[in-house]
């Protein structure tokens, strides 16, 4: 049986990173693709010349960043974990695969290309 590919009827999500985040990453990150799994997008802009603070995210702030990122489904578990984004920044790999209760591919996602990006970044942002 021959399959056929189908058009998809789902959305497509662009994710803002700072590029220097990605510059920093193996080639493979350069070449990464916008998914709606939530990979990162490799162009990238920075509003108002700064990368935004996730240490001033409420809960809402986080899941909309979650939702945005193509995680539609896992976004409510930071809800319901009442994850702002100072609790973000300190949550461990084990905290978003345990943790969450989510299924564990997307929590990979989650951790590695966006949480954990998101704490490196918010450490070089405040250690100067």
């Not at 978003?96 to 290309?113: D, F, N, R």
């Amino acid at each position: 049986m021959l399959l056929m590919d189908e058009p998809s009827d789902q959305k497509q999500f662009s994710v803002k990173m700072p590029a220097d985040l990605l510059a920093s990453d193996s080639k493979e990150s350069a070449d990464m693709e916008n998914k709606t799994n939530g990979s990162v997008e490799t162009k990238n802009t920075v509003e108002n010349g700064q990368f935004p603070d996730p240490s001033e995210w409420a809960v809402t702030d986080v899941v909309d960043y979650f939702k945005a990122a193509g995680f539609e489904e896992q976004a409510d578990a930071f809800k319901d974990q009442e994850i702002d984004g100072k609790s973000l920044l300190l949550m461990t790999r084990n905290d978003v695969l345990t943790g969450l209760s989510i299924k564990l591919g997307p929590a990979l996602k989650i951790y590695e290309y966006h949480v954990k990006l998101l704490q490196t970044q918010h450490l070089k942002t405040n250690a100067a």
